[in-house]
């Protein structure tokens, strides 16, 4: 037991012994987080380790140097804000021809699809029935005739009393009436178109019989051509009747048009205002029923041409450019685009002058101070503009 209690003692003392040699001999290690005080109040060029003088901060100040940007002069042009629109063409005017009276078909002058002018006769029915009512009409109208001369003159001489006289008017005005209508059945038993157009359809053939309210044919006209859209009710407030439009036909060109009608209640579905441009179309070369793009020249205002990848969003969702001002400082333009074309757009929103953003936009901030690098023709004017002031 003894024995044990002297192992114990020596194995003790000989641990603190080894435990206290460092403190002894002076070379105490260091704890991580001395060396870490150390390090950060060692001077600013003392040796490889200090942070300034391993060149991320550029500069003695400890400031990273501004970022380099590359930038280009952009001057505004005067050009028309313009509405683009997808349409329609329709007919200016479309009458579907009915028979006023019955009848077999016995007369087909115009052939389907064929130009007409005003009272072309499209279609003819059977009138030999309502030739001979005219002429018992003709005839019954001579007889009241001689009988209404006859009453008044015995009248006159007191052999016919007032009343014959009255009666034989009366039938005489009514012989009048039944041969009018004689006559106008006899007329409507010829049909014409009632302007100038194209016979769209011809739903009747020789030898049909019609009845009354029966179509006959449909003509539609096409010169002026009319182009049929809907502005969206952010945009109605610049579109006027007499202002021009340019209107591209796929497969027939682009054509000048000026609108004629604005609707003056917006379609309750569609929150949308129907414009109606008219063009001239002379020749009626010009198809109906075909969509059409309408660019509608609504004012004129000073844009900026510039690419569309030069756009950004803000934390508002608004399109915003971003260009040099003075100081060398970001400037965040809001802008609005007026007009789009295949390789670039026109917004408006910019100074006259100004020298835009072009390479490295994406990482800048309004006010950021940064270094920028001119670029392309007019690079001397855009580096005087972004040193102003």
């Known amino acids: 037991m003894r024995s044990s209690y002297i192992i114990a003692a020596a194995f003790t003392l000989a641990l603190a012994g080894w435990l206290s040699v460092p403190y002894l001999t002076g070379s105490a290690r260091e704890s991580p987080r001395e060396t870490a005080d150390a390090s950060d109040t060692a001077p600013a060029g003392s040796g490889s380790s200090g942070v300034a003088g391993s060149g991320a901060a550029g500069s003695g100040t400890g400031e990273p140097d501004p970022m380099r940007v590359t930038t280009e002069l952009s001057r505004a042009e005067t050009i028309d804000r313009v509405l683009v ?18 009848g077999r078909v016995v007369a087909l002058p115009v052939a389907k699809g064929a130009a007409v002018e005003a009272g072309t006769v499209v279609a003819g ?105 809907d502005v969206p009710e952010a945009r109605i407030a610049g579109v ?28 309750p579905a569609t929150r949308s205002f129907a414009v109606e441009i008219g063009i001239a179309n002379a020749d009626r070369s010009l198809p109906a029923g075909v ?24 934390d508002d969702g608004t399109l915003v450019v971003k260009a040099i ?28 002058e100004v020298a835009l953003v072009t390479v490295g936009q994406g990482f800048l901030v309004d006010g950021q101070k940064v270094e920028p690098v001119m670029r392309g023709e007019g690079a001397e004017a855009a580096r005087l503009l972004a040193e102003r002031g």
């Open 325 to 352: 001002g003075e100081g060398k400082s970001v400037v965040v333009y809001p802008i609005e685009i007026v007009r789009s074309e295949a390789d670039a757009i026109w917004v408006a929103g910019l100074p006259d």
């Open 291 to 314: 969509s059409v793009e309408a660019i509608l020249r609504l004012d004129r205002v000073a844009a900026h041409r510039i690419s569309a990848a030069l756009l950004a969003l803000d």
């Open 240 to 267: 006027a009747v007499g202002s021009t439009a340019a209107l591209r036909f796929a497969g027939h060109g682009t054509f000048d048009g000026r609108i004629r009608y604005v609707a003056r209640a917006a379609d």
């Open 125 to 229: 029915i059977d009138e030999r029935d309502r030739r001979a009512r005219v002429a018992m009409a003709e005839a019954l109208l001579a007889q009241r005739r001689i009988e209404y001369e006859g009453a008044r003159k015995l009248a006159t001489k007191g052999f016919q009393a007032d009343m014959k006289v009255a009666e034989s008017k009366a039938l005489l005005q009514a012989a009048e009436a039944e041969l009018d209508q004689a006559r106008i059945a006899l007329e409507q038993s010829t049909i014409e178109a009632p302007f100038a157009g194209v016979l769209e359809e011809r739903p009747v053939e020789l030898g049909d019989f019609v009845a009354v309210g029966d179509p006959l044919g449909e003509v539609i006209e096409l010169d002026p051509l009319l182009v049929v859209a």
């Open 85 to 102: 629109l997808n349409g329609r063409s329709q007919a200016a005017r479309r009458v579907v021809l009915r028979a006023e009276v019955e």
